[in-house]
C-alpha cells in the first residue's frame, strides 16, 4: 500500500520546527528516521495531512558530557549511540541495547528520539531508559519541561507528549565507578523485536546488591519498571535465591499481548528468564 497524499516541510531550527506544529495542529507529525512512521503511514494506520522532518536541525543531534550529565539530542541515531566511545565508557548501557535493535539498516535512519516518542511497547529504549533514570527534555511553545522515563509512557503509542511538543533531548547520569550493566534481548531473529527483554543496573557492595534498576521490554503495554524486582535483589548477597526472586517478581508484574511471538505463560517465563541473565551479567560487570 502507498499513503495517502501529505504536505511535507523541513525546517532548519527548533523554532521555525515549533512554529509549524502550532500552525497544523493534530494533522502534522514530526518524521525523525521514519522507521516506524513509514510504516504505518503505508499501512494507513496513521494518515497525517503533514509532516515535518527534522533531520536538518543540527541541534538536535549528538551526545556530550555536560553539568554532571550524559546529553543526548534525540536525533541521533542509533549506530551514533553504538558508535559513541563516550557512551562505551561511561554509559556501555545504551550502546549494548542500540546493537540489538532491528538492522543496520534500520540503526542507520532510527533514532533514539523516535524510539522513544513512538510509545511502542515492543521498542527497546523505553525500558532502557526507565533502567537509566533517564529523564526526557521535551519543548512546546511555553519553554522546555522535564519527564521522568517512569512517567511518560502512558499505554501503546501513548505518551506524555502532547501534540505541539517535540522530545529534544535525553539526560542521563554517568554511570558511577563499579556500576554494571546488561541487556538482554530473546527475538526469534535478527531484525526482529523483543520476545521478552530485559534492562538491569547494578551496583555492589562486596557481594551485596546496594543498588539495582530492573526494567523489561514487551510484556506489557508499556516497558516496565520492575521495581520490586530489584528491591528483591537490594541489600542482600546476590545468590541463585535472591535472583530466583527476582525473576518471579518481574514476572509477577507482565501482562503481555498473546502474538506470532508467543502466548502469554511463555512471554512471561521468557521476561523471567531474562531478567535472571541481565542480572548474573550485569553483576559480572561490576568490577
Ligand atoms: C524492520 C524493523 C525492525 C525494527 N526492530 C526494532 C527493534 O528491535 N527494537 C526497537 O526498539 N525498534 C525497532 N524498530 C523501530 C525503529 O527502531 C524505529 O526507528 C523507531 O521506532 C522510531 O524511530 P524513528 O527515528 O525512525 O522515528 P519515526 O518513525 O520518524 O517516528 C516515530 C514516531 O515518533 C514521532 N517522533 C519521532 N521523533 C520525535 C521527536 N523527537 N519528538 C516528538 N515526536 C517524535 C513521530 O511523529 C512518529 O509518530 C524496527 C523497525 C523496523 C522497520
Known amino acids: 500500500m502507498i499513503p495517502p497524499s501529505f504536505g511535507y516541510s523541513a525546517p532548519r531550527s527548533l523554532p521555525e520546527a515549533l512554529q509549524l506544529l502550532a500552525k497544523h495542529g493534530d494533522d502534522a507529525k514530526i518524521f525523525a528516521g521514519g522507521h516506524s512512521l513509514l510504516p504505518m503511514m503505508k499501512l494507513r494506520f496513521a494518515e497525517p495531512g503533514h509532516l515535518i522532518d527534522i533531520n536538518r536541525i543540527a541541534e538536535l543531534k549528538g551526545i556530550r558530557e555536560e553539568g554532571g550529565l550524559i546529553k543526548i539530542g534525540a536525533m541521533t541515531t542509533e549506530n551514533e549511540l553504538i558508535d559513541s566511545a563516550l557512551l562505551q565508557q561511561k554509559l556501555p548501557l545504551l550502546p549494548e541495547a542500540a546493537r540489538q535493535i532491528a538492522d543496520p539498516q534500520v540503526r542507520n535512519r532510527g533514532t533514539i528520539g523516535g524510539d522513544i516518542a513512538?510509545?511502542?511497547?515492543?521498542?527497546?529504549?523505553?525500558?532502557?531508559?526507565i533502567a537509566l533514570d533517564a529523564i526526557f527534555i521535551v519543548t512546546g511553545p511555553n519553554g522546555k519541561r522535564s519527564v521522568a522515563a517512569t512517567d511518560f509512557f502512558h499505554g501503546t503509542y501513548m505518551t506524555d507528549l502532547q501534540a505541539d511538543e517535540i522530545l529534544t533531548e535525553i539526560h542521563v547520569k554517568p554511570f558511577p565507578a563499579k556500576t554494571g550493566s546488561a541487556y538482554c534481548k530473546?527475538?526469534?531473529?535478527?531484525g526482529d523485536w523483543a520476545t521478552a527483554a530485559a534492562a538491569v543496573v547494578l551496583q555492589m557492595s562486596g557481594d551485596v546488591v546496594s543498588s539495582a534498576r530492573i526494567a523489561l521490554t514487551n510484556v506489557a503495554p508499556t516497558a516496565l519498571d520492575a521495581t520490586a524486582a530489584a528491591a528483591a535483589l537490594i541489600g542482600k548477597p546476590l545468590s541463585d535465591a535472591t535472583i530466583k526472586?527476582?525473576?518471579?517478581?518481574a514476572m509477577a508484574i507482565c501482562d503481555p499481548a498473546e502474538d506470532l511471538r508467543g502466548d502469554v505463560a511463555y512471554k512471561t517465563a521468557m521476561a523471567g528468564e531474562m531478567t535472571k541473565r541481565a542480572i548474573r551479567l550485569a553483576a559480572s560487570r561490576c568490577n
Open 118 to 129: 513512538h510509545g511502542d511497547p515492543g521498542n527497546d529504549h523505553p525500558a532502557i531508559a
Open 186 to 190: 530473546l527475538k526469534r531473529k535478527t
Open 245 to 249: 526472586a527476582a525473576a518471579e517478581a
